[in-house]
């Protein structure tokens, strides 16, 4: 839509300054001359864009133009409020003083009809101080060094080069190139220990590949499981309504993806007696031995 394109122009003048006719053209799949009727168009709207010609120069917006808020429609603002929400609960800005602002901006003062705390209970200060000192080294482009456990339990000592902080799964992620293993790797937050930021910085890096990596989706299985009754609080907090199939008998059977590895028999077994798995059945045999594993230990001290 014509609409949506004047808005995103004005955001790519804002943010990169000056640009050619041409280059707006390409982004946006449209002609130059289109382009021109557009800056016509936002000049006539009281936008402070204008067009220079020769060497050097393009379309620019005035420097300093501050985007007026009536270009944002009333669920936009609020999408916005609720997005700096979200990274308030990071820690990653301070927010408070920009949702003042902004909350006086779009007149809405009622910013805190929601609350939103990424931190795990009786953890708060020590997961904010975390992702605090994570943030400092991506953003500075410094190297991190951690003590970590894989998912076969096994601490080992990291030197990476981080990227992004990624939030999934009710839980958060480090995506950061391993020096020791030359390539990206996800790191689990809550299993990083002893972080520190290293004074050695890093160029900018090659584009990180998706999150969902192979690393994160090798040897997925499907399973079906069975879940008691008793157990419903617990289904409804791990999976979606679309993977849930109640029972006459007030059970619950759920079919789910995961990847198979030690870290998929532990979480069944933190059930209990609460749920049997119906497929697959070389699953059902590895909780067998997990279950005798345990029982064995219990029984040696005795």
Do not use: H
């Not at 402070?48 to 133009?65: D, F, H, M, R, W």
């Not at 970590?148 to 992004?164: A, D, I, L």
Request: charged content about 25%; overall charge neutral; aromatic content about 10%.
């Amino acid at each position: 839509m014509a609409s949506d394109r004047l808005f995103q122009i004005i955001y790519t003048l804002l943010a990169k300054g000056t640009v050619t006719a041409t280059e707006l053209a390409k982004q946006f799949e449209v002609s130059t001359r289109t382009i021109y009727r557009d800056v016509e168009s936002l000049s006539a709207a009281g936008i402070p864009v204008y067009a220079t010609q020769g060497k050097g120069g393009g379309i620019s917006i005035l420097e300093n133009y501050v985007l007026q808020k009536s270009l944002l429609t009333d669920a936009e603002q609020q999408q916005i409020l609720f997005a700096i929400k979200g990274l308030a609960a990071t820690s990653i800005i301070d927010t408070e003083k920009l949702l003042e602002k902004l909350g006086a901006l779009f007149k809405n003062q009622n910013a805190d009809w929601i609350a939103i705390d990424y931190t795990r209970w009786g953890n708060g200060q020590q997961d904010r101080r975390k992702l605090e000192l994570l943030k400092t080294g991506i953003l500075g482009r410094r190297c991190l060094t951690f003590s970590y456990f894989n998912s076969e339990g096994v601490c080992g000592e990291r030197k990476v080069q981080p990227t992004k902080l990624i939030y999934k799964s009710k839980a958060w992620y480090l995506q950061a190139f391993c020096l020791d293993k030359q390539g990206y790797r996800l790191f689990k937050v809550n299993r990083i220990q002893n972080p520190a930021v290293s004074m050695e910085r890093f160029d900018q890096l090659p584009q990180p590949p998706q999150a969902s990596s192979e690393a994160v989706t090798k040897n997925i299985v499907e399973l079906i499981l069975r879940f008691s009754s008793s157990a419903a609080y617990r289904v409804y907090d791990e999976f979606d309504d679309s993977c849930i199939e109640k029972q006459p008998d007030g059970s619950f059977i759920v079919s789910v993806e995961f990847p198979f590895d030690s870290w998929v028999c532990g979480w069944l077994l933190s059930f209990g007696a609460s749920v049997e798995v119906l497929e697959p059945t070389y699953l059902r045999k590895a909780l067998v031995d997990k279950a005798n594993e345990i029982i064995s230990r219990y029984e040696e001290n005795r």
